[in-house]
T-cell receptor, first 111, second 113 residues
């Protein structure tokens, strides 16, 4: 079952902040975040692992609430280059190498 | 240059005509995976491979086959394509397993008439 992302779409002005949420009904071991620009492949942003370990880019921050099976991606002081579709991917316990992505959140940053 | 390559990038075919989409990575990654992307549905995993000769189903494996005979290659096979397999397909790889950063190929846009 796919995780649910919210909001589905958001429009920002440059410099504004945004939060994208990802929620799963399954027990999660990991949450991944990727960004995809129109016509391009998804690009890695961050991985959050159960137990608190994080791997990712310095300018991106995210949280993982292991009890609620939820993750949030925080985009601060947004720039035009932040525009794109953001996907969360979830690694579920006892599902081998499966990675299940959400439906995406479309983010537009305007000047 | 470290990369994941896919061929072909674009393909238009007809129902029932077998096709193969190739995927190759030059990073010595153990984990490889195929996804399809459809509007409003995000990325859905078709098959994945944890290592050579080890493959397993993702969420939408019906109508697809894969093989992993060499570490670098992970072809996706559609033995009898149907119009509902019209989609954008991505291959991805990561160092050890799904909990590592995945590197995506450029995508293959497939149209089945």
């Amino acid at each position: 079952q796919q995780p649910v992302q919210s909001p589905q779409a958001v429009i920002l002005r440059e410099g504004e902040d945004a939060v994208i949420n990802c929620s799963s009904s399954k027990a999660l071991y990991s949450v991944h975040w990727y960004r995809q620009k129109h016509g391009e492949a998804p690009v890695f942003l961050m991985i959050l692992l159960k137990g608190g370990e994080q791997k990712g880019h310095e300018k991106i921050s995210a949280s993982f609430n292991e009890k609620k099976q939820q993750s949030s991606l925080y985009l601060t002081a947004s720039q035009l280059s932040y525009s794109g579709t953001y996907f969360c991917g979830t690694g579920v316990y006892n599902q081998g190498g499966k990675l299940i992505f959400g439906q995406g959140t479309e983010l537009s940053v305007k000047p | 240059e470290a990369q994941v390559t896919q061929n072909p990038r674009y393909l238009i075919t007809v129902t029932g005509k077998k096709l193969t989409v190739t995927c190759s990575q030059n990073m010595n990654h153990e984990y490889m995976s195929w996804y399809r992307q459809d509007p409003g549905l995000g990325l859905r995993q078709i098959y994945y491979s944890m290592n050579v000769e080890v493959t397993d189903k993702g969420d939408v494996p019906e109508g697809y086959k894969v093989s992993r005979k060499e570490k670098r290659n992970f072809p996706l096979i559609l033995e009898s394509p149907s119009p509902n397999q019209t989609s954008l397909y991505f291959c991805a790889s990561s160092l050890f397993h799904r909990h590592n950063e995945q590197f995506f190929g450029p995508g293959t846009r497939l149209t089945v008439l």
